[in-house]
């Protein structure tokens, strides 16, 4: 008998990166076990470790014995392992859009990652620097062009659920975490429904119910 999947994460209360992949694991409807391993702490390091090359979460073991140790490769390998799951769109050019920004989210945003770092637990009004808001600027024109092109397709990034709704999904946290309004940087309205969107997903909801309910997850 295979080995199932086993996906390593760190706290679901902070681990915006452990969040994704889950995501999209949750998405294939394929059977999985979770490693946690507590972050922040001086044993940390070397519980990642004990998993991962590159000491940091998420990474996935599969069942064939391999450690797949970065966000988007997790995703891809998803992906080509569960084709049935469309993890990503069927059409070319949607499929090539969710890439940009999927691929855009894995790479940059640094100062919003940086100044504004997921806590399902937080609540504040943040106010935040220029290159932040320069970051939720670009959100704001990337989610309208694309909900607005997208629009009759369905309600996500490029209609239907995708990977790059993944890669998203621990922004909308943000979003609302410091109280940050899309409509203050140039939305008019189809970016701040793809969060409320993003946030209203049955499989978000219960990773939130986790991080929400451990008594040792950070505040």
Known sequence: MEAPLQIVIGDKNLSSWSLRPWLAL???GAP???ILVRLNREDTTAEILKHSPTAMVPALKTDEGETIWDTLAICEWLAERFPEARLWP???TARALARCAASEMHSGFASLRGECPMNLKRRTVADVTPPTQSNLRRLAELFTML???FADRGPFLVGAWSIADAFYTPVATRIRSYGLKLSDY???GPAD???ETLLQQ???LDWERAGLADPEAEA
């Open 26 to 28: 949750k998405r294939t």
């Open 32 to 34: 999985f076990e979770e």
């Open 90 to 92: 069927a059409d070319p």
């Open 147 to 149: 909900r607005t092109r």
């Open 186 to 188: 140039g939305d008019t």
């Open 193 to 195: 429904r793809y969060v």
């Open 202 to 204: 049955p499989d978000f």
